[in-house]
């Protein structure tokens, strides 16, 4: 994770992988914050028992 941060403006960066098998669905997603106020979140993941999560979270566009 990375944070940038100026006056009231921060911006978290979730990146990085060192083995897919416990790759992080959010890597690679960013956040943002004006003061309290939040900007953009990282959404997350739906549970493991989801179709989503088969189907739309573990896999590349097709």
């Known amino acids: 994770m990375a944070i940038l941060?100026?006056?009231n403006w921060q911006v978290f960066f979730h990146y990085?992988?060192?083995d897919a098998s416990h790759a992080h669905a959010e890597a690679l997603n960013y956040e943002v914050f004006l003061g309290q106020i939040?900007?953009?979140h990282d959404h997350?993941?739906?549970g493991y028992?989801?179709?989503l999560?088969?189907?739309y979270?573990?896999?590349g566009r097709v």
């Open 5 to 7: 941060k100026q006056g």
């Open 16 to 18: 990085g992988q060192l």
């Open 38 to 40: 939040n900007l953009s």
């Open 44 to 46: 997350g993941t739906v």
């Open 49 to 51: 028992g989801s179709p």
């Open 53 to 55: 999560h088969r189907e």
């Open 57 to 59: 979270f573990t896999q």
